[in-house]
């Protein structure tokens, strides 16, 4: 192998790696049974109105008790405990204080054989969906508010009173009414926010001209140990703004806010999203991040709503929550298809996929579902799909092959070369050229094959590293129980630098094949290559090691399989070319083998 080949090859690693980052950085229910416990914290307008010694009496339970026109509610605060709903999909778990959910969980989708959990909170984070004071995030209204369940509604309701100067209320109230509205089987639901002030003047909830913020907080699901990775595993902010372009949020000390209307801001994870849409009104959206706190990476979105001018507002806000699995997004593209009568979110721009490439990965996708349908193992029909790609490119890595080996015959003259020409490097590049000329070889024939094959490789990266159906998917029981991680076959009770605490089985077995694959391949060398065959030989495969430990086990499984098949075919090919030269068969480049191999410092023939 040659040296501009092997230059060659490290630059089309190079380029994989850089693509392989630039590609994963940026491109209504039936009605529910309702225990008679549920409702009974239902308190009315009416029985507040009549009761000017209970609103009194909630002095105490002041919200926002250091701000101008400070509040504080009325009701019953003692019937705070929290009370689940289920539609087919959802398994919410909703907290009166606030009005929050504490919980979200996919019925079908797992984790240990669990719904997986779509909230991701620490002890002391705050829940799901907590209205704030004007656009002070760090006052949340935890008022206990009432609440009953109406078939697909679950309607919370809360009083509240101007407090004055003196800490005496004012008899004008308002009622804050916060519905949440879901569908039996989609994955979106509504919030509407109902403001009413008991007199007919404006709502007396503002602070610096916002009137209040609902936040999603503090972090999508699956719960993680570590920060992500952006490989592997991570989370991800987009946005569309109005006319329909998908952009990624600059985030800058930590926080990305913005006045403009949107038409979605999406916090995505790599197989599920939050996607908060709000309705006409202008809010000011927020995106916040932060490593500080009980979680390893807290991502918040905020929507505030400017102050309310009106005796009465309704607001409306709709939330995704849900796998990353377009047909489940795409309905909200058509007003026919969905419970609530959407159209054009386009919230199947949220998924992640190569801009350039999406066309290619799908073809793969649909490939790899298809060799599923025959044999209904994931593992296994990775495994055909990796033997098919390779039979697809066999022409142009048996070209490759063909080409490395000619350059690899050519190097004892080339290095002659070398020397002859040593003092007049024009003269040499021309021998050179005239050499490649007479024995029909294009110098760079060796890796024009590779580059026409990075597209595919990159494609399948972007395919295995994410595809929702590997979550959770099964190769082979008690090594490999999901294609979607990697394949932990021990934890140490110490952390490895670099790799964790993690024993994984499959980047072994890959860099092995790696190494073993590159050592077949080296039909000669001269002295002046050696040194370089040597880091292609062992520093690439350690290099790809420490690179890929953490990469999901369906990734490289197809990775480790190309390697076995790579090395099948240059042993064929090796075996092939030894029974030509036994039975005299001529080489096309007889010319070059009259021409003594190097010899080393003992003096003998490599």
Same mark, same amino acid.
């Given at each position: 192998?040659?040296?501009?080949?092997? +230059?060659?090859?490290?630059?089309?690693?190079?380029?994989?790696?850089?693509a392989?980052?630039?590609?994963?950085?940026?491109?209504?229910?039936?009605?529910?049974?309702?225990?008679?416990?549920?409702?009974?914290?239902?308190?009315?307008?009416?029985?507040?109105?009549?009761?000017?010694?209970?609103?009194?009496?909630?002095?105490?339970?002041?919200?926002?008790?250091?701000?101008?026109?400070?509040?504080?509610?009325?009701?019953d605060q003692?019937?705070?405990?929290?009370?689940?709903?289920?539609?087919?999909?959802?398994?919410?778990?909703?907290?009166p204080t606030?009005?929050s959910?504490?919980?979200?969980?996919?019925k079908?989708?797992?984790?240990?054989?669990?719904?997986?959990?779509?909230l991701?909170k620490g002890?002391?984070?705050?829940?799901?969906?907590?209205?704030y004071?004007?656009?002070?995030?760090?006052n949340?209204?935890?008022?206990?508010?009432?609440?009953?369940?109406?078939?697909?509604?679950?309607? $919370?309701?809360?009083?509240?009173?101007?407090?004055?100067?003196?800490?005496?209320?004012?008899?004008?109230?308002?009622?804050?009414?916060?519905?949440?509205?879901?569908? =039996?089987?989609?994955?979106?639901?509504?919030?509407?926010?109902?403001?009413?002030?008991?007199?007919?003047?404006?709502?007396?909830?503002?602070?610096?001209?916002?009137?209040?913020?609902?936040?999603?907080?503090p =972090?999508?699901?699956?719960?993680?140990?570590?920060?992500?990775?952006?490989?592997?595993?991570?989370?991800?902010?987009?946005? =569309?703004?109005?006319?329909?372009?998908?952009a990624?949020?600059? +985030?800058?000390?930590?926080?990305?806010?913005?006045?403009?209307?949107?038409?979605?801001?999406?916090?995505?994870?790599?197989?599920?999203?939050?996607?908060?849409?709000?309705?006409?009104?202008?809010?000011?959206?927020?995106l916040?991040?932060?490593?500080s706190?009980?979680?390893?990476?807290?991502?918040k979105?905020?929507?505030?709503?400017?102050?309310?001018?009106?005796?009465?507002?309704?607001?409306?806000?709709?939330?995704?929550?849900?796998?990353?699995?377009?047909?489940?997004?795409?309905?909200y593209?058509?007003?026919?298809?969905?419970? $609530?009568?959407?159209?054009?979110?386009?919230l199947?721009?949220?998924?992640?996929?190569?801009?350039?490439?999406?066309?290619?990965?799908?073809?793969?996708?649909?490939?790899?579902?298809? $060799?599923?349908?025959?044999i209904?193992?994931?593992?296994?029909?990775? +495994?055909?799909l990796?033997?098919?790609?390779?039979?697809?490119?066999?022409?142009?890595?048996?070209?490759?092959?063909?080409?490395?080996?000619?350059?690899?015959?050519l190097?004892?003259?080339?290095?002659?070369?070398?020397?002859?020409?040593?003092?007049?490097?024009?003269?040499?590049?021309?021998?050179?050229?005239?050499?490649?000329?007479?024995?029909?070889?294009?110098?760079?024939?060796?890796?024009?094959?590779?580059?026409? =094959?990075?597209?595919?490789? +990159?494609?399948?990266?972007?395919?295995?590293?994410?595809?929702f159906?590997?979550?959770?998917?099964?190769?082979?029981?008690?090594?490999?129980?999901?294609?979607?991680v990697?394949?932990?076959?021990?934890?140490?009770?110490?952390?490895?630098?670099?790799?964790?605490?993690?024993?994984?089985?499959?980047p072994?077995?890959?860099?092995?094949?790696?190494?073993?694959?590159?050592?077949i391949?080296?039909?000669?060398?001269?002295?002046?290559?050696?040194?370089?065959?040597?880091?292609?030989?062992?520093?690439?495969?350690?290099?790809?090691?420490?690179?890929?430990?953490?990469?999901?086990?369906?990734?490289?499984l197809?990775?480790?399989?190309?390697?076995?098949?790579?090395?099948?075919?240059?042993?064929?090919?090796n075996?092939?070319?030894?029974?030509?030269?036994?039975?005299?068969?001529?080489?096309?480049?007889?010319?070059?083998s009259?021409?003594?191999?190097?010899?080393?410092?003992?003096g003998?023939?490599?």
């Amino acid at each position: 192998m040659d040296k501009n080949t092997i +230059i060659a090859i490290v630059l089309s690693v190079i380029v994989i790696t850089v693509a392989m980052t630039i590609q994963t950085t940026f491109f209504a229910p039936s009605p529910v049974t309702t225990d008679a416990s549920l409702t009974e914290n239902v308190v009315s307008a009416n029985d507040l109105s009549s009761s000017p010694e209970l609103l009194r009496a909630s002095a105490d339970m002041a919200w926002n008790s250091g701000l101008p026109g400070s509040f504080s509610c009325v009701g019953d605060q003692s019937k705070s405990q929290q009370f689940e709903y289920q539609t087919d999909v959802f398994q919410i778990t909703f907290d009166p204080t606030g009005a929050s959910v504490s919980s979200i969980k996919l019925k079908d989708h797992l984790d240990d054989g669990q719904p997986v959990e779509l909230l991701f909170k620490g002890p002391e984070d705050n829940n799901a969906f907590l209205m704030y004071a004007g656009d002070d995030r760090t006052n949340p209204i935890n008022a206990v508010f009432n609440y009953e369940v109406r078939g697909n509604e679950v309607i $919370f309701s809360q009083t509240f009173a101007p407090v004055s100067e003196d800490g005496s209320l004012s008899d004008e109230t308002f009622t804050i009414t916060k519905t949440y509205n879901f569908g =039996q089987k989609e994955y979106l639901f509504e919030i509407k926010v109902d403001i009413a002030n008991s007199v007919n003047k404006s709502i007396p909830l503002s602070y610096d001209n916002f009137a209040y913020t609902l936040a999603f907080e503090p =972090q999508i699901g699956p719960a993680f140990d570590e920060m992500p990775n952006n490989n592997y595993n991570y989370r991800r902010f987009y946005i =569309q703004a109005d006319g329909g372009k998908k952009a990624t949020p600059k +985030i800058s000390n930590g926080q990305y806010r913005t006045s403009d209307y949107l038409t979605w801001a999406a916090l995505c994870g790599k197989y599920f999203s939050l996607i908060g849409i709000p309705d006409a009104t202008r809010y000011t959206t927020t995106l916040t991040e932060s490593t500080s706190g009980d979680i390893a990476l807290a991502s918040k979105m905020y929507f505030s709503r400017p102050a309310v001018r009106s005796a009465s507002n309704t607001d409306t806000f709709r939330f995704y929550c849900g796998p990353q699995i377009k047909n489940q997004m795409t309905i909200y593209n058509e007003s026919a298809m969905n419970g $609530f009568g959407l159209a054009n979110l386009h919230l199947e721009k949220a998924l992640d996929s190569s801009s350039w490439l999406g066309w290619l990965e799908n073809v793969l996708k649909w490939i790899l579902q298809l $060799f599923y349908k025959l044999i209904p193992n994931y593992g296994v029909a990775i +495994i055909l799909l990796t033997i098919f790609i390779k039979l697809i490119l066999y022409p142009l890595t048996k070209k490759s092959m063909d080409s490395t080996a000619k350059m690899s015959m050519l190097g004892p003259k080339m290095e002659e070369m070398k020397v002859k020409y040593k003092d007049n490097p024009q003269k040499q590049n021309e021998e050179m050229a005239k050499l490649y000329k007479e024995e029909k070889i294009n110098p760079l024939g060796g890796c024009l094959p590779m580059l026409l =094959q990075f597209p595919i490789f +990159i494609a399948l990266y972007g395919l295995l590293n994410k595809h929702f159906e590997l979550r959770g998917a099964m190769f082979i029981p008690g090594w490999i129980p999901d294609l979607s991680v990697p394949d932990t076959v021990f934890t140490f009770p110490f952390n490895i630098p670099f790799l964790g605490n993690g024993l994984h089985i499959l980047p072994i077995i890959y860099t092995a094949s790696m190494i073993y694959s590159m050592k077949i391949t080296q039909t000669g060398g001269t002295p002046q290559t050696n040194g370089t065959m040597k880091f292609m030989t062992w520093g690439m495969p350690i290099i790809f090691f420490f690179v890929l430990y953490d990469a999901p086990s369906g990734l490289l499984l197809y990775w480790t399989v190309m390697n076995f098949l790579s090395i099948a075919q240059q042993y064929y090919m090796n075996k092939k070319k030894q029974k030509e030269a036994v039975g005299g068969v001529p080489a096309k480049t007889s010319n070059v083998s009259k021409f003594p191999q190097p010899k080393n410092q003992k003096g003998k023939k490599k």
